[in-house]
């Protein structure tokens, strides 16, 4: 069972900067492919970022230009660069790893439990 702890979210000013980490259980990190998704009140959970772990990167719309997805492999984090936030970034954040658990390529997903951002203007 892989568990996620995301922290670093908060109230911030628009056009401010956050970083979101997400701490990852497990000896296989690595491994994990991760992703960052978020959720505004009212609307459905968005993939918003996703780095592999052959270190492919994936932006939705909303994240190029401004966001940035990393990972420490030493640290078994990954991490989130919000630069120039906006009110409409305002949502919960969740962590999200996919971890393969055989060959055949089966695999399972794991959720962090979600954290605020706000973005006033």
């Known amino acids: 069972q892989v568990q996620l702890v995301e922290a670093g979210g908060g109230l911030v000013q628009a056009g401010g900067s956050l970083r979101l980490s997400c701490a990852a259980s497990g000896r296989r990190f690595s491994m994990y492919d991760m992703s960052w998704f978020r959720q505004a009140p009212g609307n459905q959970r968005e993939l918003f970022a996703a780095?592999?772990?052959?270190?492919?990167?994936n932006y939705g719309d909303s994240a190029k230009g401004r966001f940035t997805i990393s990972r420490d492999n030493a640290k078994n984090t990954v991490y989130l660069e919000m630069n120039s936030l906006k009110p409409e970034d305002t949502a919960v954040y969740y962590c999200?790893?996919?971890?393969?658990?055989?060959?055949?390529?089966?695999?399972?997903?794991?959720w962090g439990q979600g954290i605020q951002v706000t973005v006033s203007s």
């Open positions: 780095l592999t772990s052959g270190g492919i990167v």
């Open positions: 999200n790893a996919k971890v393969v658990v055989n060959v055949e390529g089966a695999a399972i997903f794991a």
